[in-house]
């Protein structure tokens, strides 16, 4: 060719070191608007380091195995780690004319070492490659995310520790149910979150073998050692089924299923915050520093962020179906349908990490307006549960003591009154001789919160236990990751 920008058309980057990885058996190279179709390597760079040190691995394996020579080894792990070390200190830039990640670490350890470069694709192919650098990528990255979610556990925790006295109405299609607590509902955030972590630690759990060495899909005739590369990566064994090993893509649907999950809490989140932030409400008022205003209405103060993360939840479940429906009907093994795997993947992980890290300083940083929050529990009969189980600890059947407070709450709406505790005694000994003047004692807001001790429930005992709960499993993922 006749110029560097002609190689670089043409898959090609400085020589012939630097070819597209397939060309051999092709006399004419790909038009470049084809070049620029099928390449991946702005997708696939954030992969560069998780590339390099499973070659490393591939490569000591080689030697190890007498497959190329020691001396050979040493020059390819010595030549990679030379790029790895010059990629973190920015002296090596990615080079966008390369097919993909894997073929520009080659290219430049080829260039670097000489011929022996040549010899770390040995044994090797894409598609195993491929499946072994997304492994690594998703073990380094996700535990990241896990300690997002900690953090957000912990920051919802702090403020609910401060609320453990602070009433709250419980809602069931969005009307009054029951009297709870502000640190009651935040709980049941945090309890979101503790799963969310818990599906991502599960999910890690099934992309603990390795994949390396399944070849292209049938493995190899070189006497690879699979084991080696495996413990040498920190991975538990080999993949079962070099067949499956390189046509699996259960994991990335897995992960972007679990991100699905966790940006469907953050939206359902939002939405209360949304809500709770409005005029009727007033149960919250966010930071300045996570709110905005409007160009044309100068008293406007938005919650554009939690609207934002609430919007951004279709892009996620996008994600989700886009892999979903790449993987339809995909013949074994590999197709290059599989390439497009990276992107809903990376966009599902970044767009939730930065959603979970805005949404936890966002209410870190929130008012909450407890004088309004304990207003929210006068009227709507929250309380008829109550009394009907008032009158089952004396004796009488539930469902006839749900039909018993079902009609003190028909009584006091004729009488125009918002509270079952307004109706006077008498009224109340009418809808069934067992109520006493205790019953008061017992209905009030407070005292319907404070009663609700099982397991799980509104009273402060409660919560403090819930409290201890996470707590210990913040602390234990803490000391596992050397994080306390």
């Not at 560069?48 to 195995?65: F, K, P, R, T």
């Not at 598609?127 to 990528?137: F, G, K, P, S, V």
């Not at 009433?167 to 069931?172: A, D, E, Q, S, V």
């Amino acid at each position: 060719m006749a110029d560097t920008d002609e190689r670089r058309e043409h898959g090609a980057l400085t020589g012939d070191n630097h070819r597209a990885l397939w060309s051999g058996r092709f006399a004419e190279g790909p038009d470049a608007a084809a070049v620029e179709f099928e390449t991946s390597i702005r997708v696939d760079e954030r992969m560069a380091l998780d590339d390099i040190h499973g070659s490393v691995a591939h490569a000591q394996m080689l030697g190890e195995q007498g497959i190329i020579s020691k001396e050979e080894s040493d020059a390819i792990v010595a030549g990679l780690r030379g790029i790895e070390a010059d990629l973190q200190a920015g002296t090596l830039a990615i080079d966008y004319s390369a097919e993909d990640i894997h073929s520009f670490v080659e290219a430049v350890l080829t260039d670097r070492i000489g011929e022996a470069g040549k010899k770390l694709h040995t044994g090797r192919s894409r598609n195993d490659q491929i499946a072994l650098d997304e492994r690594l990528y998703l073990r380094r990255v996700i535990p990241l995310l896990q300690d997002e979610l900690i953090t957000a556990i912990e920051s919802l925790a702090a403020i609910a520790a401060k609320h453990r006295h602070t009433l709250l109405t419980g809602y069931t299609h969005m009307q009054h149910a029951q009297p709870g607590t502000l640190a009651q509902h935040l709980l049941a955030w945090a309890s979101m979150f503790v799963r969310d972590w818990q599906r991502l630690d599960d999910a890690l759990a099934r992309i603990a073998a390795s994949p390396l060495g399944s070849g292209a899909l049938q493995g190899s005739t070189l006497p690879l050692d699979r084991a080696f590369v495996a413990e040498r990566l920190g991975f538990d064994g080999v993949t079962l089924n070099s067949l499956d090993s390189v046509s699996d893509r259960d994991y990335c649907i897995e992960f972007v299923s679990a991100f699905a999950l966790l940006q469907s809490h953050l939206s359902r989140m939002c939405e209360e915050i949304v809500l709770w932030s409005t005029t009727e409400f007033q149960f919250i008022e966010l930071s300045e520093k996570w709110s905005t205003g409007s160009s044309i209405m100068p008293q406007k103060k938005n919650p554009d962020f939690a609207e934002l993360i609430r919007g951004r939840t279709g892009k996620v479940y996008g994600d989700l179906m886009n892999l979903l429906t790449m993987v339809k009907g995909l013949p074994l093994a590999y197709d290059r349908d599989m390439q497009e795997d990276k992107e809903p993947l990376f966009d599902a992980l970044d767009t939730v990490e930065a959603n979970l890290k805005v949404f936890t300083a966002m209410v870190a940083s929130a008012h909450w307006n407890t004088a309004r929050l304990e207003q929210s529990v006068e009227g709507g009969f929250a309380n008829a549960t109550d009394v009907a189980e008032y009158l089952v600890q004396k004796g009488m059947p539930f469902r006839t003591a749900h039909g018993v407070a079902a009609q003190a709450v028909r009584m006091a709406i004729d009488a125009g009154l918002s509270r079952i505790e307004e109706l006077p005694l008498e009224k109340l000994q009418a809808c069934s001789p067992l109520i006493g003047q205790d019953i008061y004692g017992r209905i009030s807001p407070r005292a319907c919160m404070e009663n609700r001790r099982t397991a799980g429930g509104p009273a402060p005992e409660c919560t403090e236990a819930q409290l201890r709960e996470l707590e210990d499993f913040c602390r234990a993922h803490r000391s596992s990751r050397g994080l306390c």
